[in-house]
Nanobody, 114 residues
Framework: QVQLVESGGGLVQAGGSLRLSCAAS????????MGWYRQAPGKQRELVAE???????NYADSVKGRFTISRDKAKNTVYLQMNTLKPEDTAVYYC????????WGQGTQVTVSS
């Protein structure tokens, strides 16, 4: 029903920036929640940032002030601007959407070197 296509991951040095993109196969007006999770080796998947209803946003405390979630409704795309990256941000980042059921992207690797 909903396909999520991610891009933008890569390798950066500490203090650098990356911008992740997630394109949805349907209008994001019809998606109740949409955002980003991440999973580091040996750790469980955690919420990073998301849009909820009414254009409200939620951020993990560890990324607040460094990461910004945004969206382009014409392109059905959600972005995650990641600034001042730290080695502890290294993880596989997954796009997530919820509309009746949960949908997940394939994941994109973000590696931050010290």
């Amino acid at each position: 029903q909903v396909q999520l296509v991610e891009s933008g991951g890569g390798l950066v040095q500490a203090g650098g920036s990356l911008r992740l993109s997630c394109a949805a196969s349907i209008s994001i007006f019809d998606i109740n929640r949409m955002g980003w999770y991440r999973q580091a080796p040996g750790k469980q998947r955690e919420l990073v940032a998301e849009f909820t209803s009414g254009s409200r946003t939620n951020y993990a405390d560890s990324v607040k002030g460094r990461f910004t979630i945004s969206r382009d409704k014409a392109k059905n795309t959600v972005y995650l601007q990641m600034n001042t990256l730290k080695p502890e941000d290294t993880a596989v980042y997954y796009c997530h959407a919820y509309r009746l059921v949960h949908y997940w992207g394939q994941g994109t690797q973000v590696t931050v070197s010290s």
